[in-house]
T-cell receptor, first 115, second 112 residues
């Protein structure tokens, strides 16, 4: 158990809909990262927040947005969903201010299926 | 331009030592090298991190030559449960998105 929690575990929705994925970091960690993993794309970095502020952006679509709240939990919002958005979405946390030098702790993931 | 290059797949047998090499020709002075392991449908798990020379922990060793342009993850006496995808990352704390590029990793398959 990494100490990172993600809800829901599974999500099935239709194209065009909007969903919210939630992540609670390990106690004391200020950084939260979001990743998308689909079969053909590998693990793709989406966005990183540190103590409520956006720190780095990766391959995140404009239809996707995220935020980190004062209690440090984070939400990833996916809108106008397409079939290609079906994937595993992972959240990770770390104690530091990001970059490859931090040890990241990953949650169990949310499996999103868009039909 | 990708920061790291790894073999797409490797296979070995139980009880053997496995070495996975990662190339990172453009590594910066501040960058650390970190390896993760991922099982199907699970999040990646930290294995080991190093800056130079050799680092060893209870599960693996990491060898980094003096020029730091590559690194080798060494798994001693592998078992079937070591079948997983292994990722090499290069970056530093406080760095940006470049250091968070996992890529497709190396799919290691261990056979009996």
């Amino acid at each position: 158990d990494s100490g990172v929690t993600q809800t829901p575990k599974h999500l099935i929705t239709a194209t065009g809909q909007r969903v919210t994925l939630r992540c609670s970091p390990r106690s004391g960690d200020l950084s939260v990262y979001w990743y998308q993993q689909s079969l053909d794309q590998g693990l793709q970095f989406l966005i990183h927040y540190y103590n409520g502020e956006e720190r780095a952006k990766g391959n995140i679509l404009e239809r996707f947005s995220a935020q980190q709240f004062p209690d440090l939990h984070s939400e990833l919002n996916l809108s106008s969903l397409e079939l290609g958005d079906s994937a595993l979405y992972f959240c990770a946390s770390s104690a530091g201010t990001s970059g490859g030098g931090d040890e990241q702790y990953f949650g169990p993931g949310t499996r999103l299926t868009v039909t | 331009l990708a920061k790291t290059t790894q073999p797409i797949s490797m296979d070995s047998y139980e009880g053997q030592e496995v070495n996975i090499t990662c190339s990172h020709n453009n590594i910066a002075t501040n960058d650390y090298i970190t390896w993760y392991q991922q099982f199907p449908s699970q999040g990646p798990r930290f294995i080991i991190q190093g800056y130079k020379t050799k680092v060893t922990n209870e599960v693996a060793s990491l060898f980094i030559p003096a020029d730091r342009k590559s690194s080798t993850l060494s798994l001693p006496r592998v078992s079937l449960s070591d079948t997983a995808v292994y990722y090499c990352l290069v970056g530093y704390s406080g760095g940006g998105a470049d250091g968070l590029t996992f890529g497709k990793g190396t799919h290691l398959i261990i056979q009996p």
